[in-house]
């Protein structure tokens, strides 16, 4: 066997290798999905807070203190805030969804079955399809609000296992420079400025869009939150949580287009199941209320805070919560639309850098040195 | 061959940082700095190793920041043509290039090439922006080195072409 034969040789057995490993990479993923399932949520958590809070440490640390201080500092301000609106909100949130679900099973159930079943009497005179119509919603209201329920008492361990998340994000703010050194240097040089370029675009843009998107929900829920007060003062309180509430619809406005909807339902739910006077006075009120709000949001919020490199098409964003929803349930519905906003940035960088940067022109050295061995034995 | 068992890897480790920190003060934007500033910015640089002939950068690419040699020999060239390049310079240890795509990222005016087996440090635009937002009296102090030494370059260059200018009308002239 020649030299030049052995090189190629070499060179198959080398790349062969490589995809074998990458395969097998993929295999043990898809394998061990399930039981990381939960670990890799909570370091999607941590990074995503990390990237958030990332600029508030480096403030402090500008202002001459200590990176690891100033992690500290701005951590358990924001953890002492977080346990404090929890504390005042989740015990009050079961409760009321409890007292919910009594009330569904009871009275205005029962006054929407009487309802429904005189409708359906008066129009298509089929009494028995109208009580087979309520008896389905009747039990559809109570399994709904019966998960949902279920959903906040899970919230409950959920956060007790979030206690990890905060170390994790820690770690994550202090050493990220750290950790980027690491995995940069395990980059062949060919690729080296084009990875370290495309790893900070990505790390740039995806950092302006979390942090842009936090604080449109955060005026969002601010907004909903002084709306409700005001149809609350105004129509002697039919909403009660409004605080919680309003701050739902700032979160649920992290997912584009279904967002805004979702936010409004359970405002509209209480108000019904509170059955004030004026009901549909209140209700048309809150439904104003909530367009009022993205209408706000849309033409002077966003346009001012929100990246415009994360824009995805409805379908797509549709189609996207329900695969993070099948994933991770509620989380991941929130979650499905920033992290599909990051996979975007990092193939446009990723493309913008395989045109930008001139790989084929080094890749030719490798050929040069394969094509001709030393003393021209290949000839 | 040192002991593993009883060789002390620590001092080895503190001697090679001392190393890094001797040749990055003799970079004329870091010269200012003291040591403990100096291992700040020891702490986001990155070092790489070429083999011979192996491109470091490429002319046309987008720049990224600068590269100062810590052992072996670089050759910065134009390319011409396909496959014909015009050698600028030749750079050993201490020395350094690509110091403007600290500022921009404008493509590379030049390409970078190992003519040795040999290791590099790089400083990149991102780690020095990032620099400045986090320890501004640093970055402030690397960013004015390095003004004053593109200024200096500049006023090179005016000379270079002054002379250039003399020579042509004593031409013309003459």
Known sequence: MDKYTYELYSQLLKTSWKVFLIILGIALAVILFPYAKDILIMFIIAWLLSVLLSPLVDYLESKRLRRGWAILIVMIIILALVAFSFSLIIPGIIRTVEALTTKLQSDVINELSVKIEAFFEKNFNNAELARNVTAKLNEIGVSLLNSLGEFFKNVGSFLASMVIVPVITFFLIKDSRRFKRAIISQVPNKYFELSLNILHKVENQVGKYIQGQTIDALIVGILSTIGLFLINVAFEWPIQYFFFIGMLAGLANLIPYVGPVVGAIPALTIAILNNPPNLGIVLIWIVVMFILVQAIDNALVSPLVVSKSVNMHPLTVIVVVIIGGKIAGAIGMLFAVPLTGIIKVTLQQVTWGLKKYSLHSISRLKEETILKPKGGEAA | ?174
Not at chain 2, 92 to 108: I, K
């Open chain 2, 1 to 174: 061959m040192e002991n593993p068992i009883w060789g002390n890897s620590i001092f080895r480790k503190k001697k090679k940082e001392d190393d890094i920190l001797t040749l990055l003060k003799q970079v004329p934007i870091f010269s200012d700095l003291n040591p403990r500033e100096l291992s700040e910015v020891e702490k986001i640089v990155h070092r790489r190793t070429y083999k011979k002939k192996e491109p470091i950068i490429k002319m046309g690419d987008p720049g990224l920041g600068m590269y100062i040699i810590v052992k072996g020999s670089v050759e910065i060239s134009t390319e011409e043509g396909k496959d014909e390049k015009n050698v600028l310079a030749q750079l050993t240890e201490g020395s350094f290039f690509g110091d403007l795509a600290l500022l921009d990222e404008s493509p590379r005016s030049a390409s970078a090439t190992a003519l040795e087996d040999c290791s590099v440090i790089g400083f990149f635009r991102p780690d020095f922006l990032d620099l400045l937002n986090r320890k501004p009296k640093l970055g402030i102090k690397v960013l004015f080195a390095l003004a004053k030494t593109i200024g200096e370059r500049l006023r090179r260059t005016d000379e270079l072409l002054m002379q250039t200018q003399e020579k042509k009308s004593k031409i013309h002239h003459g």
